[in-house]
């Protein structure tokens, strides 16, 4: 199967391959937090050590902001627990906009919040992780958003799977579009094109992007 890459999905797959944060295992699979058995694994906490590398990648989604969102269509940028609070912080700074950060549940001690920061009831939230795989862990964040009294109608990540058809159906069902910098089959190009993955690996990744719960259970 062949994807048509984008220019800022074949940047951003080039420096996470670059910066080592793309992990191939065919043979070893890596449990991710869902239970499902992975033959990759991608660390975006990576960026955040490679300052010219995460330049360009906020430039991408300043960039995606304005084309997909719009430039006065936002008035806050709120970061999940903890990988993307980096990330909203220096969208923010480049949009000019307050930050809010979400924490997974509320703390519990003080005043209990699950989120910090400032806003006004009806802000336009920009909610932004490092990655999504099926969406799960964005509807929490989401929740707390709204019952903050704020609005959430974008999810900006730098990485999406972009194989999980329930990570856009979910937020999709709650009104919220996602956005990601780039995909599973960005990065799958862009290693073919660098001679990273081949042979046997590769056909193994393949399979696997394209059927991940049938190689999971296989």
């Known amino acids: 199967m062949t994807r048509q890459m984008s220019p800022a999905g074949r940047a951003v797959a080039r420096i996470l391959l670059e910066i080592e944060a793309v992990h191939f295992r065919p043979r070893e699979p890596f449990k991710l937090t869902s239970g499902r058995l992975s033959p990759v694994y991608i660390d975006c906490r990576k960026i955040i050590g490679f300052p010219r590398a995460r330049a360009k990648v906020i430039d991408l989604a300043v960039e995606r902001i304005e084309e997909a969102i719009g430039f006065e269509r936002l008035d806050a940028i709120a970061g999940g627990e903890t990988a993307g609070i980096p990330f909203a912080a220096w969208i923010a700074e480049r949009l000019a906009l307050p930050m809010v950060y979400i ?37 929490g964040f ?73 190689w999971t259970g296989a």
């Open 103 to 139: 924490r997974k549940a509320p703390k519990g001690f003080g005043r209990g919040a699950q989120i910090e920061g400032h806003w006004r009831d009806g802000d336009r939230m920009l909610l932004v992780e490092d990655l999504a795989t099926d969406g799960g862990s964005k509807l």
């Open 142 to 214: 989401i929740e707390a958003i709204r019952k903050a009294g704020a609005e959430v109608a974008h999810a900006l990540v730098v990485f999406h799977y972009g194989i999980f058809p329930a990570s856009t159906e979910r937020l999709a069902g709650l009104g919220v579009t996602l956005h990601g910098l780039a995909t599973w089959w960005d990065v799958i190009a862009a290693a073919e094109e660098s001679g990273a993955l081949s042979g046997q690996d590769l056909a193994a990744v393949r399979r696997f992007l394209e059927g991940p719960e049938g």
